[in-house]
């Protein structure tokens, strides 16, 4: 069974351009998440897909947001980028809520 | 407030060593708590899972014991290899499998 899955794996960004991360979860899996990970900061916690509906939000400004498809591929999108939005974005996903987490490979976004 | 502590930060210990992390936390109400092995620029992976009832959770090296009264839990490394060097995640799941509260993690380094 193939993992989850995130494109693209390395992105590089300016100051103020908008970026679009993706996230294939597990065949089967229905519940996606979405995480913020900083050296200082640890894994935060952004948002929580199940059904194409958003379940749980994080403590993150609105220029955070995503989406859930009916295949359950989710896509997070992050607008007016700053230079604090610089980390490793993990995208985990379930069978269900509450269920086992498996994390993907994670997408490293640089803004400059 | 749901908090999950975790120390040592970080450890360097010889290849063939023991060492045991440290994850306290004050959540509620309990559900499970697991332990992650993250390396670096990857997503985590799951090293074990334990519930209310469960006290101890081994997965080769590694074992996990969980103390619900006293809230407490440790992942104990035995006869650690170079690849152990990684952060160690541990987390919490709360409000029956709705919230995840995430440690900062343990950054471990085996040297040779």
């Known amino acids: 069974k193939a993992g989850v899955t995130q494109t693209p794996r390395y992105l590089i960004k300016t100051r103020g351009q908008q970026v679009t991360l993706s996230c294939s979860p597990i065949?089967?899996?229905?519940?996606v998440s979405w995480y913020q990970q900083t050296p200082g900061q640890g894994l935060q916690f952004l948002f929580e897909y199940f059904s194409e509906t958003q379940r749980n939000k994080g403590n993150f400004p609105g220029r955070f947001s995503g989406r859930q498809f009916s295949n359950s591929r989710s896509e997070m999108n992050v607008s007016t980028l700053e230079l604090g939005d610089s980390a490793l974005y993990l995208c985990a996903s379930s069978s269900y809520r509450g269920n086992e987490q498996f994390f993907g490979p994670g997408t490293r976004l640089t803004v400059l | 407030k749901n908090q999950v502590e975790q120390s040592p930060q970080s450890l360097i210990i010889l290849e063939g060593k023991n060492c045991t992390l440290q994850c306290n936390y004050t959540v509620s109400p309990f559900s499970n708590l697991r332990w992650y092995k993250q390396d670096t620029g990857r997503g985590p992976v799951s090293l074990t899972i334990m519930t209310f009832s469960e006290n101890t959770k081994s997965n080769g090296r590694y074992t996990a014991t969980l103390d619900a009264d006293t809230k407490q839990s440790s992942l104990h490394i035995t006869a650690s290899q170079l690849s152990d060097s990684a952060s160690y995640i541990c987390?919490?799941?709360?409000?029956?499998?709705?919230?995840?509260?995430f440690g900062a993690g343990t950054i471990l380094r085996v040297k040779s």
């Open positions: 065949s089967g899996h229905r519940s």
């Open positions: 987390v919490v799941s709360a409000e029956y499998g709705n919230k995840l509260v």
